[in-house]
């Protein structure tokens, strides 16, 4: 998707939309970070060890990345990036769902002793 918002796209188009320093940078190239710039890194994963609790963290993220995929949806005329990011966002619902049933799960199971 971003190449596609940006193969076409002139320095003088790049450097209009703020994206100058991604592209001195990085040229049109995916480089992973938030929308202040932060880069990505594994410190964002979070994990207690708690099933339960992985699970919810599991569903806040699902949650957070389908609300950033319906901003983007709500930013963008282009119909087919709208579609792709539709599909992206749907499945982060059903991530979210499995997730949300896997607790439930968890919890109904958790006082029984069982020997694998």
């Known amino acids: 998707m971003v190449n596609k918002l940006t193969k076409d796209a002139t320095r003088e188009q790049i450097?209009?939309?703020?994206?100058?320093?991604?592209?001195?940078?990085?040229?049109?190239a995916l480089f992973y970070e938030n929308a202040s710039g932060v880069p990505w890194t594994a410190a964002y994963i979070q994990a207690k060890g708690d099933p339960i609790a992985d699970l919810y963290e599991d569903i806040a993220a699902e949650e957070k990345a389908r609300a950033t995929y319906q901003w983007l949806i709500d930013m963008t005329d282009d119909v087919d990036l709208q579609d792709g990011l539709k599909f992206l966002r749907e499945r982060e619902i059903v991530h979210s769902l499995r997730f949300r049933e896997a607790v439930e799960i968890l919890k109904t199971e958790q006082g029984a002793k069982k020997v694998f």
């Open 15 to 28: 450097k209009a939309a703020g994206l100058d320093p991604h592209y001195v940078s990085h040229d049109r």
